[in-house]
């Protein structure tokens, strides 16, 4: 077969007018929010104050970790201290895919932890299971549809691709999948009919918080910590401008910022994830797709999107483009990339050309905490007193949990079946410093787009850091 050295999305790419009019009337602002009415604010800290556990980071980590620490000790005083509001960052601004894997997708789980693989696939499974009951008894107001996974293949030589891999569910050909979801560029799909739910993401973070306060733990917002204090034993002091909170354990659950714990800092960088949101679909456009099993929805290119209705019938397409910014910092103006919009807007039309006129509402982007290892890692500090997680690299909407459980069985010093696990004790490789980074991190983007355009193959050095088990995903 020959090269085709084009992407189907380049191959099939729509009127540049289509695009250009289907963005026009976007705002950039993240959907979730805007679907929401205001959320319940929490006071600022602006005393000193004890608890038995300070958690740092108001995300679904650190709000599953207070919330998890007061069912498992309803007397411990828990406080959660947050730099903004609840949710602001990655835990309400994604796709709210909230999958069984705690290893980012069953490859890079197994081809890390082979011997405890089968393990690690128990444990995410009993960890979604966990959410979904959660879900029902704290009454989480957050859209939960366990509907499953959709795989599809874009590419001839995914098709194959997805043919070996019996482990993706149901196999479907091109017209089983289309039938699904009618997209002239599906040629093969596998439907796993368990594995994903869809959850509003930012209605999953403010009910998570919503459920914590009823169970006892105290909130601030706007309580940036600006350091840990400790000395031989004893508590540790979680300083913030204007208080303090004087704790005999620490939870650290601050995702792609920089961490409290400096050696922590060069385990994970900063990579932009964009997404659009189409307004609601009309009874006519939503007949002309199918869709009706709601399927979360993910090609399988390096460069892959995720894809999803919504609760009102809009279509999110978020992904393709990952994008680390020189220098490894967070800004506010990354989110401002019109070409990364475009692509996606493009890419929207070559899937579903009978959509044309449908516009986008929304554009926005957030940060993903990538590690090299594609999934969070975990750690201590300050002789066992804080405990630290990080790197769920773009899947963290059900891992979270799962790190919350480590984060606890280790500040409670028990040694349990998720403590003992190799994918625990052990930490990734680092980044390099900058600016090594940005030089490595391109290069491997690079690599990533030319796999894409030559039917999947990996050059040398994709090879070669697929041996050292290394490299760059989102
Ligand atoms: C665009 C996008 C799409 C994604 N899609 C998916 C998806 O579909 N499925 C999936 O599984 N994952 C997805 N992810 C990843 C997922 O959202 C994250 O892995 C998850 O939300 C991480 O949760 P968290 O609590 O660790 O981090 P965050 O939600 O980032 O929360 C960390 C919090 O810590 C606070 N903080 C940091 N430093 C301090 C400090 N010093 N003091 C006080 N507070 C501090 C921050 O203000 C922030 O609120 C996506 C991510 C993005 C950006």
């Given at each position: 077969?020959t090269s085709?050295?084009?992407?189907?999305?380049?191959?099939?790419?729509?009127?540049?007018?289509?695009?250009?009019?289907?963005?026009?009337?976007?705002v950039?602002?993240?959907?979730w929010f805007?679907?929401i009415?205001?959320p319940?604010?929490?006071?600022?800290?602006d005393?000193?104050?004890?608890a038995?556990l300070?958690?740092?980071?108001?995300?679904y980590?650190?709000?599953?970790?207070?919330l998890?620490?007061?069912?498992r000790?309803?007397?411990?005083?828990?406080?959660?201290?947050?730099?903004?509001?609840i949710?602001?960052?990655a835990?309400?601004?994604?796709g709210?895919?909230?999958?069984?894997?705690i290893?980012?997708?069953?490859?890079?789980?197994?081809?890390?932890?082979p011997?405890?693989?089968d393990?690690?696939?128990?444990?995410?499974s009993?960890?979604l299971?966990?959410i979904e009951?959660?879900?029902?008894?704290?009454g989480?107001?957050?859209?939960?549809?366990?509907?499953?996974?959709?795989?599809?293949?874009?590419?001839?030589?995914q098709?194959e691709?997805l043919?070996g891999?019996?482990?993706?569910?149901?196999w479907?050909d091109?017209?089983?999948v289309?039938?699904?979801?009618?997209?002239p560029?599906?040629l093969?799909g596998?439907w796993?009919?368990?594995?994903?739910a869809?959850?509003?993401?930012?209605?999953?973070a403010?009910?998570?918080?919503?459920?914590?306060?009823?169970?006892g733990?105290?909130?601030?917002?706007?309580?940036?910590?600006?350091?840990?204090?400790?000395?031989r034993?004893?508590p540790?002091?979680?300083?913030?401008?204007?208080?303090?909170v004087r704790?005999?354990?620490v939870?650290?659950?601050?995702?792609?910022?920089?961490?409290?714990?400096?050696?922590?800092?060069?385990?994970?960088?900063?990579?932009?994830?964009?997404?659009l949101?189409?307004?609601?679909?009309?009874?006519?456009?939503?007949a002309?797709?199918g869709?009706?099993?709601?399927q979360?929805?993910?090609?399988?290119a390096?460069?892959?999107?995720y894809i999803?209705?919504?609760a009102?019938?809009?279509?999110l397409?978020?992904?393709?483009?990952?994008i680390?910014?020189?220098g490894?910092?967070?800004?506010?103006?990354?989110?401002?990339?019109?070409?990364?919009?475009?692509?996606?807007?493009?890419?929207?039309?070559?899937?579903?050309p009978?959509?044309?006129?449908?516009?986008?509402t929304?554009r926005?982007a957030g940060?993903?905490?990538?590690?090299t290892?594609f999934?969070?890692?975990?750690?201590?500090?300050r002789?066992?007193?804080?405990?630290?997680?990080?790197?769920?690299t773009?899947l963290?909407v059900?891992a979270?949990?799962?790190?919350a459980?480590?984060?606890l069985?280790?500040?409670a010093?028990?040694?349990t079946?998720?403590?003992?696990?190799e994918?625990v004790?052990?930490?990734?490789?680092?980044?390099?410093?900058e600016?090594?980074?940005?030089?490595?991190?391109?290069l491997?983007?690079?690599s990533?787009?030319?796999a894409?355009?030559?039917?999947?193959?990996?050059?040398?050095?994709l090879?070669t850091?697929?041996a050292?088990?290394?490299?760059?995903?989102?």
């Amino acid at each position: 077969m020959t090269s085709p050295m084009s992407t189907a999305y380049e191959r099939n790419a729509p009127d540049a007018r289509i695009v250009d009019a289907a963005l026009e009337p976007s705002v950039r602002r993240v959907f979730w929010f805007d679907d929401i009415d205001t959320p319940p604010a929490h006071p600022v800290l602006d005393s000193d104050r004890e608890a038995d556990l300070a958690v740092v980071g108001g995300g679904y980590a650190g709000l599953w970790t207070a919330l998890l620490a007061r069912r498992r000790n309803p007397g411990a005083r828990v406080v959660l201290l947050e730099a903004q509001t609840i949710g602001w960052a990655a835990s309400g601004r994604n796709g709210g895919f909230c999958g069984d894997s705690i290893t980012h997708g069953e490859a890079n789980g197994r081809s890390r932890w082979p011997d405890e693989y089968d393990e690690l696939a128990r444990l995410g499974s009993e960890n979604l299971d966990a959410i979904e009951s959660d879900v029902a008894t704290l009454g989480l107001d957050c859209q939960f549809e366990r509907t499953g996974s959709l795989s599809v293949a874009v590419e001839p030589h995914q098709v194959e691709a997805l043919r070996g891999d019996e482990s993706a569910g149901e196999w479907l050909d091109s017209t089983a999948v289309r039938s699904e979801i009618a997209s002239p560029l599906f040629l093969a799909g596998r439907w796993e009919r368990t594995n994903n739910a869809l959850v509003h993401p930012a209605r999953m973070a403010l009910e998570l918080a919503r459920a914590a306060v009823e169970a006892g733990v105290v909130i601030h917002e706007h309580s940036p910590v600006t350091e840990l204090e400790s000395g031989r034993g004893g508590p540790v002091m979680v300083r913030t401008a204007r208080g303090s909170v004087r704790a005999q354990s620490v939870a650290l659950a601050t995702n792609v910022f920089p961490s409290l714990v400096k050696r922590a800092r060069l385990l994970t960088v900063p990579v932009y994830d964009y997404v659009l949101m189409t307004e609601p679909l009309s009874a006519e456009q939503h007949a002309s797709i199918g869709w009706a099993n709601r399927q979360g929805l993910a090609d399988l290119a390096n460069q892959f999107h995720y894809i999803r209705m919504t609760a009102d019938n809009r279509i999110l397409f978020g992904g393709y483009d990952a994008i680390y910014h020189t220098g490894g910092k967070i800004r506010e103006r990354y989110e401002n990339r019109p070409a990364s919009y475009r692509r996606l807007a493009n890419n929207f039309f070559a899937m579903f050309p009978q959509l044309e006129g449908l516009t986008f509402t929304h554009r926005w982007a957030g940060a993903i905490d990538t590690s090299t290892q594609f999934c969070a890692f975990h750690g201590t500090a300050r002789g066992g007193r804080v405990a630290y997680t990080a790197g769920f690299t773009g899947l963290g909407v059900s891992a979270t949990r799962f790190a919350a459980e480590v984060m606890l069985d280790r500040l409670a010093g028990e040694s349990t079946p998720r403590t003992r696990l190799e994918m625990v004790r052990r930490k990734p490789l680092p980044f390099p410093p900058e600016p090594v980074a940005s030089a490595g991190i391109n290069l491997t983007r690079w690599s990533l787009d030319r796999a894409d355009h030559r039917e999947g193959h990996r050059n040398v050095l994709l090879r070669t850091l697929d041996a050292l088990g290394l490299g760059f995903d989102s």
